[in-house]
């Protein structure tokens, strides 16, 4: 039986991942911030799916959380086979409005965490011969706008880079890149979705599913939905500069409810 270790699990996307990865068999190392959710969401997904759930209370925007998640993955003792980066958050307003500590938190977070526990994880499923990692990045990695698109722009290439460097090992890699999903994240930010349409929002259930199945095929990158498939197309075709027009008047009109 495999083991999934996913960052970020009691909410959204990981918690989604959690619930899908349970069901499917695989026993859970479950790492978030709060304790009193990482419990719950242990004893929930124990009790329903018949799996060993562990927990890891870590937050990542310090040394200490990255390095508990580093010491896990690296236990040979106990494996992990599946990783999945997810833990992340967006700050609300434009650059130079956002305090620059909050800032080096997301790029901690989304840009150090990822390179340390890829990184950590990475020997011993290439010694074994398998093992996958999802790294959780966004559409607006293809949108030129600020740190959140600029760090999830990292992910995406560093993912992709390393995918084609084990190709063969047997070790599989994958940026996941969702549009608007029905989440707590923008809630978390202070950020307000009155203005998004019914035909943005996907949700965590079909963006996990999705991902799992780009995965299986091989692909290192997937893009759920069509439409959100379709902007990406798009936005590797049109100059960088329109491309950054076009997402700062998206923002400027990104308001609160």
Known sequence: MTTALITGATAGIGAAFARRLAKDGRDLVLVARDSERLAASAAE????????????????????????????????????????????FGNKGAFLTVPLDQELDMLKVHVEAVLRTTTAALPGMRERGFGDIVNVASVAAFLPRGTYGATKAWVVSFTQGI??????????????????????????????TSNV????????????????????????????????????????????????????????TYRTD
């Open 163 to 192: 995918a084609r460097d084990l190709g063969g090992s047997g070790v599989r890699l994958l940026a996941l890149c969702p549009g608007f999903t029905r989440t707590e994240f923008h809630e978390r930010a202070g950020m307000g």
């Open 197 to 252: 349409p019914a035909w943005g929002w996907l949700s965590a259930e079909r963006v996990v599913d999705e991902a799992l199945c780009d995965l299986a095929r091989g692909r290192s990158l997937s893009v759920p939905g069509k439409r959100y498939k379709a902007i990406v197309a798009v936005s590797r075709l049109l100059p960088s500069g329109k491309l950054g027009g076009v997402s700062s008047k998206a923002a400027r």
């Open 45 to 88: 997904l124990g009790k329903k799916y018949g799996v060993q759930v562990e927990t890891l209370s870590a937050d990542l925007a310090t040394d200490a959380g990255i390095t508990a998640v580093e010491d896990r993955l690296r236990d040979d003792a106990r494996p992990v086979d599946i990783l999945i980066n997810n833990a992340g």
